[in-house]
């Protein structure tokens, strides 16, 4: 499938949904008197998803890559706030709210290294790059392959009767 949005992309929704329950962890009362730890992991978490929207509106792979890496880097920090959160005696009434939310960040992460790890395998530099020249190009490969396929689907047809009729 082809994203046109960021809104569209799985991992941009994990990412809102990991911020979103965050949220509502931090609001708990023990994070009172708890600013800088509250502030850190909120806006960590927040980090996952701006930071993959402002790369793919870049419009470069190099860009896009750098941007998914800070946002690794982002999902990292949630979850090793997670962890020193679930250590703290004083928050151990959100134990059993932990462990979904480092799974949560830790899926994050998976998926954006698949994704920068297919990125940089790619031929595609991005759409700033895409000239007419490049869209048709792609255009005529397109068409080629599928005429290509069409045509194995046919001989392969044309195998398959002459095989029940010798």
Known sequence: MKYERFEQLPVWNDAIALAVQVYALTADESFKGQGSLRDQIERASV????????????????????????????AGEVRSMLLLI???PRFSNLKSQ?????????S?????R????????????????LTDKIRREQQ?????????AELNRIIAAG????????
């Open 47 to 74: 980090s996952i998803s701006n930071n993959i929207a402002e790369g793919f509106e870049r419009g470069t792979t190099q860009e896009l890559l750098t941007f998914l890496y800070i946002a690794r880097g982002s």
């Open 108 to 112: 994050i992460a998976r998926q954006l």
């Open 114 to 129: 698949g994704w920068a790890d297919s990125l940089q395998n790619s031929e595609i530099k991005g759409q700033r790059y």
């Open 86 to 88: 679930e250590r703290m």
């Open 140 to 148: 005529t490969k397109k068409e080629r392959d599928e005429f290509d």
């Open 98 to 106: 932990i462990p979904n939310l480092k799974k949560l960040a830790e």
């Open 159 to 166: 195998k398959d009767q002459a095989s029940e009729h010798p």
